[in-house]
């Protein structure tokens, strides 16, 4: 609030500002205006800038002047309470690295409108407290990744109507200055590549302050999705400069188009729509309030029968949590995004799968090693019937005894699991029992006594087919290995 005075008061301030600026014998100029803590000098055609400024002046104005530079000495003393710094309209074509070192508190810089070339490396180096820059409407032709490396603060940055090529991304990846940063205008110039994927992930609040028209950007159906996205969303940034988003079609001509022409027989791309959320059971998902508004009350509505839903759960940020997902959690969910001047609503479509993240792998794991183990089973089992060796006891004619047959018997067994007498068919390795290439012939059992004390299985053959012998080793009788 700038403080009342009368007539008297008045006159007095403004020779005090005089002299101060001005001492004796200094050049014949039109005075400044000095109202409380503003130092007034707009369209004094001044070709440099006072010698002494009030220590306690918080706004400077010096647009509308011929100053061509700003260098280090400009102020020959500390200003520790200059917010506001307006140079607009100067014809600025220099400004020394050392410009702002005696100015730390700025909070609001305007060098538009002037005639600059470049921004010099850590130029603003000493500007940690800066939140408005303005360089619109100079010859900017390119931005030092450096060049706003300290400027943590920033809150609206304005590039427009330069002829800058490299679109600074530095400024929309790091998290700490997401937060502050509200407007950035990069358009009007010779830009013709965007970091879309990086844009996409912006939240809305940055995005409706993110203006990039009017720039030689080559057609793509990508820049077509991001631009009628933000469209439909009713973003600032595309809303207010609709008819400005063109795109320069590939060839020879390098025909200039509307960017929303790109959906129709140019490039035919796809409509846009909004896509679906998806999740799977089990799992925690997080649905963003995704508003353009800042600091504004968010509440949601949810689908179904809200009051008995004990799975979702507002976050302070106003996004919605839902752990764990169900199958009833399918649906349209919308949040309403309010304050004293804005109000928004948002809709988030769920579709839930019914089915856990990893369900399909895991089902597919699980029959894979089944069916490895099946076919390990069967190649062990063939194995041992095709390739057992012929041990020389089998030999025709060598007699055996009993003890031989206990020592010799294969330790595979098949037990019935149909009662009876509680018969073991055990597979024994003797040449009597072999059939062709080493296979057990089961017919040296059919003559033979099989009582429950294990008599000798090598008294007597059976006559019985060698495929009723593999038929009993698939049979559906339990196997103990």
């Known amino acids: 609030m700038w403080h009342a005075c009368d007539l008297s008061g008045r006159m007095l301030t403004l020779a005090v500002c005089v002299g101060l600026l001005w001492p004796p014998g200094a050049a014949s100029v039109a005075p400044c205006i000095c109202a409380s803590t503003i130092l007034s000098c707009s369209k004094m055609n001044l070709s440099s800038i006072p010698t002494v400024v009030p220590a306690h002046t918080a706004v400077l104005d010096l647009s509308h002047n011929d100053i061509k530079q700003l260098k280090s000495e400009w102020t020959a003393s500390k200003l520790p309470k200059l917010r506001v710094l307006l140079l607009s309209h100067n014809g ?16 609001h810089l305007d060098l538009s409108s002037n005639g600059l070339r470049q921004l010099d490396e850590f130029l603003f180096e000493p ?5 408005v820059l303005l360089l619109y409407d100079n010859k900017i032709t390119q931005i030092e990744h450096s060049a706003f490396v300290t400027t943590l603060n920033i809150q609206k940055l304005y590039l427009s109507h330069n002829q800058i090529s490299r679109f600074p991304a530095e ?7 997401l937060e502050k940063l509200s407007l950035l205008d990069v358009s009007s110039n010779r830009i013709k590549k965007l970091p879309l994927d990086e844009m996409r992930a ?14 030689p950007l080559p057609c793509h159906c990508d820049l077509y999705t991001l631009v009628a996205h933000w469209d439909l969303r009713k973003l600032n940034s595309v809303a207010d400069f609709r008819d400005e988003f063109t795109c320069v079609l590939p060839g020879p001509r390098k025909a200039r188009v509307d960017v929303f022409e790109l959906s129709g027989d140019i490039m035919n791309c796809s409509t846009f729509k909004e896509a679906e959320e998806e999740a799977f059971l089990e799992q925690t ?3 963003a309030c995704d508003t353009k508004g800042r600091n504004v009350l968010k509440t949601w509505t949810l689908p179904g029968t809200p009051e008995g839903n004990q799975t979702a759960r507002v976050l302070p940020d106003g996004s919605l949590r839902l752990s764990p997902v169900r199958s009833e959690d ?12 804005f109000n928004e609503t948002i809709y988030v479509v769920l579709k839930v799968h019914n089915f856990t993240m990893h369900g399909g792998s895991e089902t597919l794991n699980t029959a894979y090693t089944t069916l490895v183990g099946c076919l390990a089973s069967v190649v062990l089992v063939l194995v041992y019937l095709y390739l057992t060796p012929c041990h020389c006891f089998c030999c025709p004619g060598k007699g055996r005894g009993r003890g031989d047959d206990s020592i010799r018997s294969s330790v595979l067994s098949v037990t019935p699991t149909h009662g009876g007498d509680g018969r073991h068919v055990v597979f024994t390795d003797t040449k009597e029992a072999r059939g062709q290439n080493g296979k ?9 006594p099989r009582d429950e004390e294990g008599r000798s299985l090598m008294k007597g053959t059976r006559k019985k087919s060698v495929t009723d012998s593999i038929s009993s080793v698939f049979s559906d009788t339990p196997m103990m290995v």
């Not at 400024?171 to 200055?177: D, P, T, V, Y």
């Not at 399918?330 to 001047?341: I, K, L, N, P, V």
């Not at 057990?440 to 033979?448: A, I, K, T, W």
């Open 440 to 448: 057990l012939n089961p017919d040296l059992e059919r003559d033979g």
């Open 171 to 177: 400024l929309i990846r790091e998290k700490s200055r």
């Open 202 to 215: 912006l939240p809305a609040w940055l995005r409706n302050g993110l203006y990039f028209h009017n720039n």
């Open 330 to 341: 399918s649906g349209t969910y919308t949040c309403f995004a309010t304050s004293e001047a």
């Open 92 to 107: 600025l074509l220099f400004l020394s690295s050392e410009a702002f070192v005696n100015v730390k508190q700025l909070r």
């Open 127 to 131: 500007l940690v407290n800066l939140e």
């Open 285 to 287: 998902l997080t649905l």
